[in-house]
């Protein structure tokens, strides 16, 4: 089966389907991504690894190592600025994302609910986006294609917030009840890979490091999806 994730910076791949992913890449599935943008205004590390003019170049090499650690295929960046993903016109970016479905006819693809799950303005207009496309393009394959968002339980966010970690810089984290969740991969024995694809991120660090802290806490292994729609062929 041919998997597309879409999402809009390098890293979050890893962070919310990093061991799903490498799940897939081994069982011989064809998975490749969708960066809306080379995470121009991230950090570039504390202390500073890189400067932010060169951050872009550096944040591409790191996403190319953790996606060949993670085992995908292909990345397609499509060139909008981090943290004007908001403003970028509708139509643009559909357009953008439309052009890859079509050629690359995946049966699968995997992106962001309408949270971005922290909130962040560029992961809602991914997510908003690609999910738009998605219902454009079920109408135009003649085949089995299915729309997952990414979740997090509303139950894990409760955990997290006791704990001091249940928010992003972009507001409270609300998580997906957890009876909307369809779907849970067990993630046990691929999250050391996920682990090493996310430590790629060096600029990034500190954003992993309070992942890894939650996941000391917590023992995550599993991550979690919402089917969003199923169209059937028979």
Not at 33 to 43: F, K, N, P, S
Not at 113 to 125: E, I, L, M, Q, Y
Not at 182 to 191: R, Y
């Given at each position: 089966?041919?998997?597309l994730?879409?999402?809009?910076?390098?890293?979050?791949?890893?962070?919310?389907?990093?061991?799903?992913?490498?799940?897939?890449?081994?069982?011989?599935?064809?998975?490749?991504?969708?960066?809306?943008?080379?995470?121009?205004?991230?950090?570039?590390?504390?202390?500073?690894i890189?400067?932010?003019?060169?951050?872009p170049?550096?944040?591409?090499?790191?996403?190319?190592?953790?996606?060949?650690?993670?085992?995908?295929?292909?990345?397609?960046?499509?060139?909008?600025?981090?943290?004007?993903?908001?403003?970028?016109?509708?139509?643009?970016?559909?357009?953008?994302?439309?052009?890859?479905?079509?050629?690359?006819?995946?049966?699968?693809?995997?992106?962001f609910?309408?949270?971005?799950?922290?909130?962040?303005?560029?992961?809602?207009?991914i997510?908003?986006?690609?999910?738009?496309?998605?219902?454009?393009?079920?109408?135009?394959?003649?085949?089995?294609?299915?729309?997952?968002?990414?979740?997090?339980?509303?139950?894990?966010?409760?955990?997290?917030?006791?704990?001091?970690?249940?928010?992003?810089?972009?507001?409270?984290?609300?998580?997906?009840?957890?009876?909307?969740?369809?779907?849970?991969?067990?993630?046990?024995?691929?999250?050391?890979?996920?682990?090493?694809?996310?430590?790629?991120?060096?600029?990034?660090?500190?954003?992993?490091?309070?992942?890894?802290?939650?996941?000391?806490?917590?023992?995550?292994?599993?991550?979690?999806?919402?089917?969003?729609?199923?169209?059937?062929?028979?």
């Open positions: 089966m041919k998997f994730f879409v999402f809009a910076h390098p890293d979050d791949e890893t962070f919310s389907s990093g061991g799903t992913i490498a799940k897939l890449t081994a069982a011989k599935h064809k998975v490749k991504l969708i960066t809306a943008t080379r995470g121009e205004v991230g950090q570039p590390g504390n202390p500073p890189t400067t932010m003019e060169e951050l170049k550096v944040r591409e090499q790191e996403l190319r190592r953790a996606a060949k650690i993670l085992g995908i295929s292909e990345i397609f960046f499509l060139g909008f600025i981090d943290g004007k993903l908001r403003y970028a016109r509708n139509e643009n970016l559909e357009n953008k994302i439309m052009s890859i479905f079509k050629k690359e006819k995946p049966d699968v693809i995997v992106t609910d309408r949270t971005g799950a922290s909130n962040h303005p560029d992961h809602k207009a997510g908003r986006a690609s999910t738009n496309v998605f219902f454009k393009y079920k109408d135009l394959v003649d085949k089995h294609v299915k729309l997952y968002h990414t979740a997090m339980p509303r139950s894990f966010v409760k955990q997290f917030e006791k704990q001091g970690l249940g928010y992003s810089a972009f507001g409270k984290i609300l998580g997906t009840a957890d009876k909307d969740i369809t779907t849970l991969v067990n993630i046990e024995k691929t999250l050391n890979i996920k682990i090493r694809a996310l430590k790629e991120h060096k600029t990034q660090h500190q954003d992993w490091e309070r992942f890894l802290k939650r996941i000391e806490k917590s023992q995550f292994n599993y991550e979690f999806f919402k089917l969003i729609h199923e169209k059937e062929i028979f």
